[in-house]
């Protein structure tokens, strides 16, 4: 990561210093296949913050983690799970996991990039460590390659043509009902 600033994790303060904090709403920038624009929204994470603490929930290779007041997030990696665990942290599936189809905070949108490029550099040396591990332990295991592996590797252009396709179907779905609303009040209309 030459010419840029390296995010060190030692522990979990300076994990929460690298990560986006949120403490209240927040400005959000997604992109719109359909429409070809960038559209922003709000994310308030009020609700898990009364809710819950000391968590943490992984989505699409980012976790959010709630920490005294605060909610904070990260890309996944090893070291940050390993971070959460040893802190006593626990995992909660209720917890919502923002940013997790390539949305971005508007105004910690540099450090939001710096960050993913920094989750590339360790899911790079994550995978180098665990290929030293298994030629150590034999070779490969069938139980270690699974779903998880796949769900890692899997690039955000596939994650955003489904969620393109399942866009097209909402509006399929949508002209459809229509159709069939139209022809049922003209079919109520006929008189045989």
């Not at 591990?133 to 590797?153: F, T």
């Not at 396709?165 to 949508?174: N, V």
Request: charge should be neutral.
């Amino acid at each position: 990561m030459s010419g840029q600033v390296e995010i060190i994790v030692r522990d979990l303060k300076s994990m929460e210093k690298n990560a986006i904090k949120i403490t209240g709403p927040i400005d959000v920038v997604a992109y719109d296949y359909i429409n070809s624009t960038s559209v922003i929204g709000r994310f308030d994470p009020s609700d898990d913050l009364d809710e819950v603490d000391n968590c943490y929930r992984e989505v699409n290779d980012i976790i959010a983690f709630v920490h005294g007041d605060a909610m904070y997030v990260i890309p996944a990696c090893e070291i940050v799970r390993t971070m959460l665990r040893k802190n006593g942290f626990h995992t909660d599936s209720y917890l919502h996991v923002p940013f997790i189809w390539g949305e971005y905070p508007k105004a910690e949108s540099k450090q939001w990039e710096m960050l993913k490029n920094w989750q590339s550099f360790q899911l790079e040396k994550d995978h180098i460590l665990e290929e030293k591990r298994r030629k150590r332990n034999g070779g490969y295991r069938w139980k270690s390659i699974g779903w998880s592996l796949i769900i890692k590797r899997t690039s955000l252009l596939v994650l955003y043509i489904i969620q393109y396709l399942f866009q097209i179907r909402l509006r399929l779905d949508m002209f459809l009902f229509h159709f069939h609303s139209v022809n049922q009040h003209l079919l109520s209309n006929l008189q045989f």
